[in-house]
């Protein structure tokens, strides 16, 4: 049973100039789902969810999410950044967690309303954006163990800026060299709520390690890099023949990254060769250690094109390049964050109006 508390309890603020997540916009938008179908969306203050202890995704864990961000442009619109791929990966999490499907156009319109709604505190200073939280969880309140059969599609609003305080030029990453982030046939592709929690115990020892992000390796042979708790990893190879800009290929232990693959398609534009394979530990620990690997970087919504300067193991720490952010994921991420806040055309067709 969902219900919702009389007093509005979010943190609101029109200050949006405080980190990333931390205050919320005045309303939300929201759909139920019954066995029924989806209700109409519904646009409400901010407010607490009122829920019995029996509530179905508190014990079992029936939550997925999505990220996306409203970007104020020079010409007085609001745009999102590539939505519908959102929507349609929202669908593809909800299918593995047995929730039922949301239609794109729901999806969109829920966001969109949100964004109409709360229009005046999308912030307009550089580096800031309105972060956009799509969620479902299962509300039902039962202890049997089964797919639910009530739920509540929310969307909210988050006035951010940097996700990474912009004093540190380079992050240092911590490589989970035992405890795997997903597995074959597992939820890795799913932007489910379970695979954060159960990242957060090496998150822990990361931090323990001076890290501020986990770097996770496949579950099978702990030797291929994956990609990072809430961020796809890519790394810039200088040899003989050129720049190459390298990720892992995606397969279910990798999430789809909108970020990895609007970068990988900006990268050819740029003129780099651009590589999808595996790739060892030992490669880019060898390749930092020899010069051959010159950047590496993290990437996705919130952290656009994040630098990775150190990297430590239980063998110890590699440095890349000289530790500081490279020439690439520079240029990647002023080219990507130029057609995002509308600087630069949209030659891709990427940004969509909120009307
Ligand atoms: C959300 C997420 C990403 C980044 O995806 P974007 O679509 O680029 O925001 C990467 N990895 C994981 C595990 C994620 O949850």
């Known amino acids: 049973m ?20 931390r205050v ?33 995704v508190l014990h079992y864990g029936q939550a997925i999410f999505e990220g996306l961000k ?47 709604t709360d229009r005046s505190q999308v912030p307009d200073r550089p580096g800031h954006s309105l972060y956009l939280r ?3 969880i299962a509300t039902e309140a039962t202890l049997g163990t089964r797919p639910a059969e009530e739920y ?36 890795g592709n799913a932007k489910c709520a379970g695979n954060y929690a159960a990242g957060m115990a090496v998150q822990r020892t990361a931090a323990e390690h001076g890290a ?11 030797r291929y890099l994956e990609e990072l708790g809430g961020m796809n990893l890519f790394l810039v190879r200088q040899d003989s023949r050129g720049t190459t800009l390298v990720t892992p290929p995606l397969s279910d232990t990798i999430l789809h990254g909108i970020t990895r693959a609007s970068l990988l398609t900006l990268a050819a534009d740029l003129g780099l060769e651009v590589e999808e394979r595996p790739i060892t530990l030992a490669e880019w620990r060898d390749g930092s250690d020899d010069g051959s690997v010159t950047e590496s970087f993290a990437c996705g919504t919130a952290a656009v094109v994040t630098p990775i300067g150190r990297v430590r193991t239980s063998a110890g720490e590699f440095v890349i390049g000289d530790g500081t952010p490279g020439e690439w994921s520079a240029r990647l991420r002023t080219e990507l964050l130029a057609i995002q806040e509308g600087t630069t055309p949209d030659r891709h067709g ?4 909120v009307s």
Request: proline share 10%; charged share 20%; net charge negative.
């Open 2 to 21: 969902f219900t919702t508390a009389s007093s509005p309890a979010g943190e609101s603020s029109h200050d949006p100039g405080l980190g990333f997540g």
């Open 24 to 56: 919320f916009t005045d309303h939300l938008t929201s759909m139920s789902w019954t066995t029924d179908g989806w209700e109409r969306p519904q646009v409400r203050p901010f407010h607490n969810l009122s829920l019995s202890p029996a509530t179905m």
């Open 70 to 116: 409203a970007y104020p442009h020079p010409d007085g619109e609001i745009r999102l950044f590539r939505p519908e791929l959102n929507a349609r990966r929202f669908q593809l999490s909800a299918d593995r967690m047995a929730m039922p499907e949301l239609p794109v156009d729901d999806f969109l319109d829920c966001v969109s309303l949100l964004v109409s």
């Open 134 to 136: 799509p969620l479902m």
């Open 152 to 187: 509540l599609f929310l969307v909210i609003g988050s006035p951010s800026g940097p996700y990474f305080n912009g004093a540190s030029p380079a992050i240092t990453v911590w490589v989970s060299e035992d405890l795997p982030r997903a597995h074959p046939g597992g939820t």
């Open 212 to 222: 501020d992000q986990v770097v996770f390796l496949d579950a099978h042979e702990h």
């Open 350 to 353: 990427w940004m969509r109006v």
